[in-house]
Nanobody, 115 residues
Framework: QVQLVESGGGLVQPGGSLRLSCTASGIVFRMYDMNWYRQAPGRLREYVATATSGGSTTYADSAKGRFTISRDNAKNTVYLQMNSLKPEDTAVYYC?????????WGQGTQVTVSS
């Protein structure tokens, strides 16, 4: 049984930081590209960042320069370090594992940026 479990969300003031974690089980983690997506109320789910199985990273324009994705294959965990948070970053953040089009999703973790 595949499980992706996100953690680290919460309430933070504008300009603050959070680090999200996603720990996977039931998959050969090192083989999967790991992605973060987010969905704000009333909006479609949108792409945030990728850490590929080969070690490269890509970001949505909204995340560039503020967010950093990383992975620890020994811990089956992918991270999203989010700095300089803005109210528009408020969303449920989802972890996704993808291998040749076969994907799995976590349950999401809420991030709220508000003063």
């Amino acid at each position: 049984q595949v499980q992706l479990v996100e953690s680290g969300g919460g309430l933070v003031q504008p300009g603050g930081s959070l680090r999200l974690s996603c720990t996977a089980s039931g998959i050969v983690f090192r083989m999967y590209d790991m992605n973060w997506y987010r969905q704000a109320p009333g909006r479609l789910r949108e792409y945030v960042a990728t850490a590929t199985s080969g070690g490269s990273t890509t970001y949505a324009d909204s995340a560039k320069g503020r967010f950093t994705i990383s992975r620890d294959n020994a811990k089956n965990t992918v991270y999203l370090q989010m700095n300089s948070l803005k109210p528009e970053d408020t969303a449920v953040y989802y972890c996704n594992a993808n291998l040749l089009g076969m994907g799995y999703w976590g349950q999401g973790t809420q991030v709220t940026v508000s003063s």
